[in-house]
């Protein structure tokens, strides 16, 4: 996946969470833009509580491996 359309979703208005789904069938539930940062040929998860928490842990993953992207479904609000 080119790195462009990762960094699209990200910066996207409104933000909407999303799925990054490898295709060995691990995924990433992207659900603040904080969350993750996009590189040339790789992008870095990292594992936080709320966007104004430090990480817990991170992990990195190539683009090639990224199989689809969808988004994740919000709670309606009542």
Same mark, same amino acid.
């Given at each position: ?11 996207? +208005?409104?933000?909407?969470? !999303?799925?990054?789904?490898?295709? *060995?069938?691990?995924? $990433? =539930? ?5 969350? @993750?940062?996009?590189? +040339?040929?790789?992008?870095? !998860?990292?594992?936080?509580?709320? *966007?104004?928490?430090? $990480? =817990? ?5 190539? @683009? ?15």
């Amino acid at each position: 996946m080119p790195p462009e359309t990762l960094i699209g979703y990200l910066r996207a +208005v409104p933000f909407r969470p !999303f799925r990054v789904v490898l295709n *060995s069938g691990r995924y $990433y =539930d992207v659900r603040h833009r904080d969350f @993750l940062t996009v590189g +040339v040929e790789d992008a870095v !998860f990292f594992y936080k509580q709320t *966007s104004d928490s430090p $990480y =817990d842990r991170w992990e990195t993953f190539g @683009l090639q491996l990224v199989e689809h992207i969808e988004h994740l479904e919000t709670p309606a609000t009542t």
